[in-house]
C-alpha cells in the first residue's frame, strides 16, 4: 500500500496509543469546566460533558475525581480555552483546540510547527462554513444490536445520522446533544467504545501519498504538544 500509508497508520497508532499525554488532556477540560462553573455535573452542562468524553476515552473514575479535586485546590492553574484556524503543507485545513494556562506560549509553539511544514495561521471564523461541529459515539456492534431499530430510537436524543463500517456504529448528532445522547445510550445499557466532540470537514479533500506524508508529520508534532487538545483537518 505504500510507505505512505505505513507511516499514517503507524503514526495513527502512536498518537491513540498516548495514554500518559490522553489523560492529562482530558484532565484540563474537566478542571476547566469545574472552575466556570462548579464541581457539581449535574448543574455544569460543561464538567459534565468533560466526564462523558474522558468515560469515552476510558479514563479511569480516580482521575477524573482528582482532576475535579485538584480543580477546586488554591494553587490551581488558570486555564483558557483557545481555538485555531490554520493552513497546513499543500493546503490543508486545521482546526487546532488548545486548553492552556499560557497563551503566548500556546501561539507561539503553533505557529512555530506550522512554520516549520510551510503552514500559517488564518482568521479566526475562515473555516465556519467549511465544517460542521459533531458529537460523535462509537459502539462496537454485536448480536444484540439491531441498526434500524436503534436508529429509530434514538431520534428523540438528537441523531442525525448513523453508520456501520467494520463491525463500528458510528452515532452523529450536533454537538449540543452530546448530553442527550450520552445519557439515552447509558440508559439503554449501549456501551460506547468512545465519545467525543469533533469538527467535520464539510468537502474532504484527497490528498496523495507523498503530500500526507508531510501533513502526518506536521500532525505529530502538533499533537504532542501538551496544549493541544484535538487537531481537526479536511483530509479525505
Not at 442525525?160 to 445522547?181: C, H, K, L, R, V
Request: hydrophobic letters at 40%; aromatic letters at 8%.
Amino acid at each position: 500500500m505504500g510507505r505512505a500509508f505505513e507511516y499514517r497508520r503507524a503514526a495513527k497508532e502512536k498518537r491513540w496509543d498516548k495514554m500518559s499525554k490522553v489523560f492529562p488532556k482530558l484532565a484540563k477540560l474537566i478542571t476547566l469546566a469545574v472552575k466556570d462553573a462548579g464541581p457539581d455535573p449535574e448543574t455544569n452542562a460543561s464538567l459534565r460533558h468533560a466526564i462523558q468524553m474522558a468515560k469515552g476515552q476510558n479514563m479511569p473514575k480516580d482521575n477524573i475525581d482528582n482532576a475535579i479535586k485538584r480543580a477546586l485546590g488554591k494553587d490551581a492553574d488558570t486555564l483558557v480555552e483557545v481555538v485555531y484556524e490554520a493552513k497546513g503543507p499543500h493546503g490543508v485545513l486545521l482546526y487546532i483546540e488548545c486548553t492552556t494556562d499560557n497563551t503566548t506560549r500556546t501561539v507561539a509553539n503553533v505557529r512555530s510547527y506550522l512554520n516549520k511544514a510551510g503552514g500559517a495561521f488564518v482568521p479566526a471564523g475562515s473555516f465556519d462554513f467549511l465544517f460542521s461541529r459533531k458529537a460523535v459515539f462509537e459502539i462496537v456492534k454485536h448480536e444484540g444490536i439491531d441498526l434500524e431499530n436503534l436508529e429509530l430510537e434514538l431520534i428523540d436524543y438528537g441523531l442525525q445520522s448513523i453508520e456501520e463500517e467494520q463491525n463500528i456504529i458510528y452515532i452523529y448528532t450536533d454537538y449540543t446533544d452530546f448530553g442527550a445522547m450520552s445519557k439515552a445510550l447509558e440508559a439503554k445499557n449501549i456501551e460506547c467504545k468512545s465519545s467525543m466532540l469533533k469538527r467535520i470537514a464539510a468537502s474532504p479533500v484527497k490528498f496523495t501519498e507523498e503530500q500526507l506524508l508531510d501533513i502526518e508529520k506536521m500532525l505529530d508534532k502538533i499533537e504532542d504538544d501538551d496544549d493541544v487538545q484535538a487537531v481537526y483537518t479536511n483530509i479525505e
